[in-house]
């Protein structure tokens, strides 16, 4: 194909891109029309927010991501791995990033981090292994916050607490202590090489998927031979990670007056949480927000308020991010550069 069709089409690709654009945002204000809150009421909100609480939010926020950052790095010592803290959190802030900002972010954010990790020097099977241990810690801490509040809420008023929320969270937890006890239960056996022990026979995909799977199984087991202790330091970060969001979002609230308790925003928080699992929207964009919106407004805050609470907290928590992750990211590939010098 020459230059020029070539060019016309992509000209005609954009210009239909364009015009669907057009078309959905035509429907959206159309359909809309009335229902979103006035402008000039919004930022008469925003401008009324206590500023003091939006600096505690960032220090929040803030927390929340040394608190991931030194997870990873924790993990990866226990591991025997040794990075310095600097790439770990760099590398930290970039696959949060990436997270927040692909369709399933996660996975890609996983893998990215998984080859960072590599390129420092760890083997694969360890590097996998601090992500499926951080994904196991990440749930323990997410139930042992809820379980904990639970129970101070439960201590404070006993009839006023619902247990159907704890119950999920605790069956989370339970989980996780069976995957990991399921992995200690496994007998050792020597390994030799990321793949050993697989049947090469079959076609291709077949060789990729067992291989896979086996090395999924290695960093399983390996994640699963951590001391307790250092199972218990990545839990306990993993919770200082959930708390320190969920009371950015308190944060936000207070900032802007909501007259919503924090065990309400604990169970918004909670529910927002399961939503986000499904990766419908990058970052679940559009979905968290309204997610969050409808659970502020029907906990007794105006849709004004509300709206400006969680526009400040999405920014702190997803939006900024993306720019410090790529900066973060940036400065990754600039250490390689150098080191390749």
């Keep these: 194909m020459s230059a020029a069709p070539a060019a016309g089409l992509w000209r005609r690709r954009w210009v239909r891109l364009l015009a669907v654009a057009v078309g959905v945002v035509g429907a959206a204000v159309v359909g809309l029309r009335g229902r979103l809150p006035d402008p000039r009421e919004f930022l008469a909100a925003l401008t009324g927010a206590g500023y003091g609480w939006v600096v505690l939010a960032v220090l929040l926020q803030a927390v929340s991501l040394a608190a991931f950052a030194l997870q990873q790095w924790r993990l990866l010592d226990a591991l025997g791995v040794r990075l310095r803290r600097g790439r770990v959190v760099a590398i930290s802030l970039a696959r949060t990033a990436l997270s927040i900002s692909l369709p399933a972010g996660a996975a890609v954010s996983t893998g990215y981090a998984i080859r960072e990790y590599e390129r420092a020097g760890a083997p694969r099977e360890m590097a996998a292994a601090s992500a499926v241990v951080s994904g196991l810690a990440s749930l323990g801490g997410l139930a042992l916050l809820y379980v904990g509040g639970g129970a101070v809420v439960l201590v404070r008023a006993p009839g006023g607490w619902d247990w159907r929320p704890l119950a999920v969270v605790a069956a989370l937890g339970g989980l996780t202590a069976l995957a990991v006890l399921a992995g200690r ?30 090395s999924a199984r290695q960093a399983w087991r390996a994640g699963a031979k951590l001391r307790v202790r250092d199972w218990a330091a990545a839990v306990g970060y993993a919770a200082v990670n959930w708390a320190a969001d969920l009371l950015c979002l308190a944060a936000a609230a207070l900032a802007l007056h909501l007259p919503v308790g924090v065990t309400a925003l604990a169970g918004i928080y909670l529910g927002v949480q399961i939503v986000r699992q499904v990766p419908l929207t990058p970052g679940g964009v559009g979905v968290i927000d309204t997610a969050l919106v409808a659970g502020l407004t029907a906990s007794g805050a105006t849709a004004v308020s509300a709206a400006a609470a969680v526009l400040v907290y999405r920014m702190l928590s997803c939006w900024l991010l993306i720019p410090v992750g790529g900066i973060a990211g940036l400065t990754l590939r600039g250490d390689r550069a150098v080191s390749r010098v």
């Design 185 to 214: 239960r496994q007998p050792r056996r020597r390994v030799v090489g990321p793949v050993a022990g697989l049947d090469v026979s079959g076609g291709v995909v077949r060789r990729h998927v067992r291989a896979l799977l086996v």
